[in-house]
């Protein structure tokens, strides 16, 4: 499936009319068939809780209407889980509010940064927290993943998530709903990109530069011959550091991804893992924008390299 069309499948099967049909349905079990009824998978969870209630959790989940109705005619007050990732067609950036913390902050400094802000609604969880649900539109597998220092998970390939109308009963004994409280304004969300997100969130520990890094000013190819040559552990900060000096210098992403990008698979990368290095140079570079004496190390130093 291209691009276009997963950007459709994910926009027929979740609208606006849909969100609104499950958050008024007057019961569980009727929101759940509705998201079967548009070929979302769900499945059933203990009332009151997040566990699942099939033997396979979130992989037995099913949009099957024959299925649903079993389900929650089994157990009417069930609390519906849906699968994250390509198997519904959606990606949920989750913040946590914990006695411990709170991610607002983190989220709030996500989203100036440009990492967070084409989602396509947002529920209020019953703990406090919130869910910012984004479109999933490409093949791009996104893996689940946490970051606990900054109480923010990402719920995609994986992972799954709990839908409102269900409810969760808090430590104090009260049953609180998860509330829909936003729907996007703009026409088309976009996609989160979650290794960019996971990067800026937790990014990688300082490192030394490496002793035989070429001149500033260096031609592309030499940096490319350069990444080509680093050696197993110092292949993803030596790519990023390149890539910062190629986007200092005015060089484009795509320029930079076909020199860098084949250079970092003749060192070893995983061609994933070395788009995911370039890209996030490419964010941190033009989130510090350029400055009246530019200095081609800023971008590293911006992290710590």
Known sequence: MNQLHQRRAATVRWTPRLLNS??????LATAAGHLGASGIPVFPCVPGGKRPLTAHGFQDASAEADVISFWWRRQPDANIGVPTGAASGIDVVDVDVHKTGSGFAAFEHARRAGFVEGWAWLVRTPSGGLHAYFLRTSEREQRSWQVPSKHIDFRGD?????????????EDGVSRSYQQIAVAEH???????ANGLRGFLDPPRPMRPPTDIPAVGARPDKLAAWVASRPEGGRNGGLFWAACRMAEE???????????????YAA??????????????YRIATRLGPANE????????????
């Open 268 to 281: 070893g990368l995983p061609e994933r893992e070395a788009m995911a290095t370039i890209r996030s140079a």
């Open 187 to 193: 026409h088309n969300p976009w996609p989160v990109d």
């Open 22 to 27: 499950i958050v008024t349905a007057p019961d």
């Open 158 to 170: 994986g992972g799954y998530i709990i839908i409102p109308p269900s409810q969760v009963t808090g």
């Open 294 to 305: 530019p200095r081609p190390t800023q971008a590293v130093e911006a992290v710590g390299l």
């Open 250 to 264: 005015g060089h484009d992403l795509s320029t930079t991804t076909s020199l860098l990008g084949e250079a970092a």
